[in-house]
């Protein structure tokens, strides 16, 4: 027959489990903030000002190289009959797409750096406000 104290024992596993996640909670919070301020000292001493500028250009050569690789494969389907494409027109498509996948992923690290807050941007942000009463 059991005493009754099981359940309560069990309130007392609880209750560990629950600190202990607590603590990992932290912890995590804490290596969040360590590696917050790594990527904004490493970033802002090799890229020391981001403004909406850069970013706006960043993104436009990131539409021009997508729009580069797209006209490169149109190309294949307009000597679609049946003929296989020739080596340097494969070669061509394989460069645009590259150059364009690597842009993008530059600008979706740009876009997780400013969301994470590891960069500021210039005239964006509580300190690009005028004071107001």
């Known amino acids: 027959m059991a005493s009754g104290n099981e359940g309560l024992a069990g309130m007392a596993d609880g209750d560990g489990d629950y600190q202990r996640l607590l603590h990992q909670k932290r912890f995590v919070g804490e290596?969040?903030?360590a590696i917050r301020q790594i990527n904004r000292e490493l970033i802002h001493?090799?890229?020391?000002?981001?403004?909406?500028?850069?970013?706006?250009?960043?993104?436009r050569v990131v539409g021009l190289l997508r729009a580069r690789y797209l006209e490169s494969a149109?190309?294949?389907s307009r000597n679609a009959d049946?003929?296989?494409?020739?080596?340097?027109?494969?070669?061509?498509?394989?460069l645009r797409r590259q150059?364009?996948?690597e842009a993008r992923m530059a600008f979706d690290s740009l876009r997780?750096?400013?969301e994470k807050?590891?960069?500021?941007?210039?005239?964006?942000?509580?300190?690009s406000r005028p004071f107001q009463r």
């Open 117 to 127: 807050g590891y960069v500021d941007v210039q005239g964006v942000g509580p300190e």
């Open 74 to 76: 149109f190309r294949l």
């Open 99 to 101: 150059m364009y996948e």
């Open 45 to 59: 001493a090799r890229v020391p000002v981001i403004d909406k500028e850069k970013v706006v250009a960043m993104a």
């Open 112 to 114: 997780e750096a400013i």
């Open 82 to 94: 049946d003929a296989v494409p020739d080596k340097p027109t494969s070669e061509e498509l394989h």
């Open 31 to 33: 290596i969040e903030q």
